[in-house]
């Protein structure tokens, strides 16, 4: 494969429509990314797909809705498509190849096996999008097993995600390293997602209150605050500013993602909007705080959203 020349445009990647394709167009590479994505590719996934070619000689995208990780009543049907613009968007990132199969390619006739990933995929997101990891998990799986990159690269903003498919790489014996990127923002705050594109502009300028939320927790904790429950109602107060935003769950959680406090609908056991459940009772140490994210899902006018931060803001 050729480097990219800086200042011209990239070349659109070979499309691959089929897993015997895709094997007979990786035959003979040895250091190859993937970026498994669902398509509809915006800023964020352009930055995966920059560093897998800063650091593989050829670099998979793969665009897949996965029907496994959708639940009944979710937006399968209607998640956002467009092949010809991620061809654009994922040359013009630099990379080589576009791996885009059917449902039929991937879930053949008699298809029945799948992963479960368990302790950390039942919680937060697997709580609320029940099933949502399994489906996650055997896609990744099957893409990893299908690619056998060397490195495979995914979104801090989906970051229980990130964690789960590293406790399976990690479980399972593969051999692929999981890269994390830093989440891509609006200048507004608002982390890029597909699911944007739901929303009018200024919906998405609303949606900012989200990230706002998650910066409150963190000057709570810089003004002093270090317990984990009045941590996340300085973060509820700046949400509430916003009517239009449902709150589903604002927790903290600790490097293996066990939930240290969460407030929310969907906190277990409670009739209240806003509920609280305070799982570690103690003023919070610097050395848990080090390790501490905020994590954060709301819907807001009919579109789910989710993001994340530390708890204590990385310094650049
Ligand atoms: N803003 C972002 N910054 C960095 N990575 C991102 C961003 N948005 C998505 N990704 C990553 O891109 C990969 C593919 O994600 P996906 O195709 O689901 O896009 P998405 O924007 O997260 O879509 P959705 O709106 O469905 O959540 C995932 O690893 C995801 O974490
Ligand atoms: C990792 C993934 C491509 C699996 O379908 C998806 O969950 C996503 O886009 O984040
Ligand atoms: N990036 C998350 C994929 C999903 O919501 O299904």
Known sequence: ?????????????????????????????ASVGLVPTMGYLHQGHAQLIRQAR??????????????????????????????????????????????????EQMYPDGFVTQV?????????????????????ATVVLKLLNLV???????????????????RMVQDLNHPAQIVGVPTVREPTGLALSSRNSYLSPEQRA???????????????????????????????????????????????????????????????SSEQTAATSVLHNTDMTTATAAAARLLIAARMFGVRLIDNMPLIPVQP
């Open 1 to 29: 494969m050729t480097e990219p020349t800086p200042g011209l445009p990239q070349a659109e990647p070979q499309l691959i429509r089929t897993v015997a394709d895709l094997r007979s167009a990786l035959h003979g590479h």
């Open 206 to 268: 609303r949606a900012a209150v989200l990230s706002a939320g998650l910066r409150a927790v963190q000057a709570a904790w810089a003004a002093g605050e270090r317990q984990p429950e009045a941590l996340l109602q300085a973060g509820l107060w700046a949400l509430q500013q916003e009517p239009e935003l449902q709150l589903d769950y604002l927790s903290v959680v600790d490097a293996e993602l066990n939930v240290l406090a969460q407030l929310g609908s969907s906190v277990p």
């Open 116 to 136: 479960q990933v368990g302790g950390l995929a039942g919680r937060l997101e697997g709580a609320s999008r029940p099933g949502h990891f399994d489906g996650v």
């Open 54 to 103: 800063a650091e593989n000689r050829l670099v998979v995208v793969s665009v897949f809705v996965n029907p496994l990780q959708f639940g009944a009543g979710e937006d399968l049907s209607r998640y956002p498509r467009d092949l010809d613009h991620d061809l654009r968007l994922a040359g013009a990132a630099g990379a080589q190849l576009l791996f885009a199969p059917t449902p």
């Open 148 to 166: 056998q990159p060397q490195r495979a690269y995914f979104g801090e903003k989906d970051w229980q995600q990130l964690a789960v498919v590293r």
